[in-house]
């Protein structure tokens, strides 16, 4: 088998965040996905044929599922998916080895051997990316927060011993496999540019702050939740080195979470993040093997996990026009451990930054309470408050959509018909606009805002609390 880990090569673009700060962007160039990977179509939970060592499997194509919810609407996002279409690429697909460091080697066919060089992996979630477009998603605004349902992906448990001699009594190993998920409070969402680009085109990416990794524990102390999931031998994948094949698997979780929606910038509202780290209950010793594809009968100590990586060669995510990217994935390298900073890097580098493409596979479902897209565009003149429930101690936004520019200005009423605010009146041009609310000075109850324009007048009900 073809080595698909580095061949050490680490250089470093300068480049300009967006407020003109010169740094350097690090490109831990290196994975030269070395096997020839198979383009056929294959279906999760069936075999795949070993093809030296390296397998290439059928992405978990999301479908637009929209299921009234309430007031809401439920839907599955995939973003290798909308990046397939985005691109008219198909996307191919390697496996990722994790581990707490990197003691654990694999063997391939040739003989060679590689240690694992990724301690976690993750990635970043923005439903206002309007690639999602392409996948006949529905782009939500920043005004738009969720509720997250389900993360789902394909997960390679390889699984060695199955039990362990501690103070004389053999007992079931158990690995743990540790997924954190983060709201926009506990991640870096920043851009870059670069400096031999005349235009200086922001490019933005998302990660958890690595500033509060705690690679050894397999933590983030910045994370919003952990799920703590117990890998047992039921858990296990079929590896058969004889026969040169395995079933893979998929692991479906309920993070059961609400994006943090803000009244600030667009690029840093509703987006979330999820990351993975697995925790074996015998650690590798200093190149044990947990795979051998060259001998199936070799020494098994220790067991492994993977996770597999979409990549789309020679494809920059950056080709894409749509203006935040945030959809990236992210991971820890050696090189970040323990704590270590590399260049600007620190606890995770996003995959934004290499030369191809670099995806993890996942559906994300979210449930969205209040679809102030379609709402605003519904008519000549649309209006939301947001948020809704508002806090006194807070402002509101009214969010207004103009089929044109106007003149605007606002009452905000009390249940009596009282008016309790007024604004000034404001040029706004066509599209969303944003009209602060000082909700400081209203007690709690029902208010009704209403919007005159040029256009005419429009109406709607907020709660403050």
């Known amino acids: 088998m073809h080595e698909f880990l580095i061949k050490s090569i680490i250089f470093a673009l300068i480049i300009t965040f967006k407020k003109h700060i010169e740094m350097k962007k690090l490109l831990f160039l290196g994975f030269t996905v070395l096997a020839a990977m198979s383009a056929n179509a294959q279906i999760l939970g069936q075999p795949i044929v070993k093809d030296q060592g390296i397998r290439a499997i059928a992405p978990a194509r999301a479908t637009s599922s929209k299921i009234s919810r309430r007031a809401g609407t439920s839907e599955t996002y995939n973003y290798v998916a909308a ?37 976690g ?12 477009m392409d996948a006949q998603n529905t782009v939500l605004t ?22 362990v001699n501690v103070g004389g009594k053999m007992v079931d190993v158990v690995d743990t496999l540790f997924v954190q998920y983060y709201d926009a409070s506990g991640m870096n969402i920043t851009a870059y540019s670069f400096t031999n680009d005349p235009l200086k085109t922001s490019y933005y990416y998302g990660v958890p702050k690595g500033t509060t990794f705690v690679p050894y524990r397999a933590t983030n102390k910045s994370a919003l939740k952990t799920d703590t999931i117990l890998l047992t031998a039921s858990s296990r994948d079929s590896f058969n080195v004889s026969a040169g094949n395995y079933f893979v698997s998929t692991i479906t979780l309920t993070p059961n979470f609400n994006s943090l ?8 509202s509703n987006v979330i993040a999820y990351s993975m780290n697995f925790k074996p209950m015998i650690p590798a010793q200093l190149n044990d093997t947990i795979l051998d594809w060259s001998n199936a009968n070799y020494t098994k100590k220790t067991n492994g996990f993977g996770l597999y990586i979409d990549y789309f060669a020679n494809i920059k995510h950056d080709n894409l026009t749509t203006p935040y ?50 709402e605003l565009l519904n008519s ?10 508002a806090s006194t101690n807070n402002n509101a936004i009214a969010v207004v959509n103009l089929k044109s520019a106007s003149m605007v200005s606002a009452k905000v009423y009390d249940m009596n018909g009282r008016v309790v605010l007024a604004t ?22 029902i208010y009704t805002v209403t919007i005159e324009t040029a256009a005419g007048t429009k109406s709607s009900k907020f709660i403050v609390k």
């Open 121 to 132: 992996i993750g990635g970043a979630f923005d439903p206002k990316d309007t690639t999602f």
């Open 142 to 163: 920043k005004f738009n927060p969720y509720h997250v349902d389900t993360l789902r992906f394909t997960k390679a448990y390889l699984r060695n011993v199955n039990k």
């Open 424 to 445: 000034s009146t404001k040029a706004m041009n066509a599209g969303l606009n944003e009209l602060p609310l000082a909700t400081s000075s209203l007690s709690t109850g």
């Open 83 to 119: 990046y397939s279409n985005s691109t008219s690429n198909s996307s191919k697909q390697t496996l990722w080895w994790i581990a707490p460091d990197s003691n654990a080697c694999v063997v391939y066919t040739t003989g060679g051997k590689s240690n694992i060089k990724f301690h």
């Open 380 to 389: 000549n003149i649309g209006l939301v408050v947001y948020p809704n429930p």
């Open 325 to 374: 990217k945030i959809n990236n994935t992210f991971w820890t390298r050696s090189d970040l451990l323990p704590g270590a900073k590399v260049s600007i890097w620190q606890g995770y580098v996003p995959t934004t930054i290499y030369n191809s493409a670099y995806m993890m596979n996942a559906d994300i479902s979210i449930t969205c309470d209040n679809l102030s897209t379609k």
């Open 261 to 268: 929606s803000t009244n600030g910038l667009a690029v840093t």
